[in-house]
């Protein structure tokens, strides 16, 4: 199975895949929730009820949460 | 004399209107090049903040350009271009930005996300200016 995480930027998003059976892939993921992380972006997955649900590093499953989106740094305005 | 002044005057003036004409239509290409990079990436996180509004939301936003959001604590807040309103009885209006720079809608994806999972964080964020 195949996962997709969005990721915001200036050109809209740009999007990363992985394969929930290739470790190799699902490192490189993992190093696109640290970035984030070291830039203050915030990760999400789709709930069930239509909401979003942050994900970290720790909380993150590959198999299970396969679409992710990245949103911007936000600061007050 | 005077027949050569006029051809070099008008051979200047023409050289000097290619050069324009060229350095004019550099600055058309570029300028036509951004605008369509930016309305790709709009077109872009449109497409991506569609994917996660709800059915209401999506109506709201097609028909209005925003969206009402409702927070697990049962606050109302309108998330529009550029700001962000509580819609209770002060009607508190809230300024709050992506760094660096993404289109709008990629804005108002995570001004909607952030105050569906941490209400908090987002008041602690924005700036509120009425």
Known sequence: MTGRIHITNEQGDTTRTWDTADPGTIREIEEVFREAQRAGRLVYR?????????VTLETWDPVEHTELTVTPRLVGG | MSAWLVVGTTAFVVAALVVLARLLAGTVRCAHRTLTRRRRAELRA???????????????????????????TGSRYRVCPRKVV????????????????????????????????????????????R
């Open chain 1, 46 to 54: 789709q709930a069930e009820n239509g909401k979003g649900e942050q």
């Open chain 2, 46 to 72: 449109k497409a991506l903040l569609l994917s996660w509004l709800s059915p209401g939301q999506r109506s709201q936003y097609r028909a209005r350009g925003w969206f009402d959001v409702i927070t697990p």
């Open chain 2, 86 to 129: 509580r819609m209770d009885a002060r009607r508190s209006a809230y300024c709050i930005e992506a760094t660096p720079w993404v289109p709008e809608a990629d804005q108002m994806l995570a001004k909607k996300l952030l105050l569906e999972t941490d209400e908090r964080r987002f008041l602690a964020t924005a700036y509120r200016y």
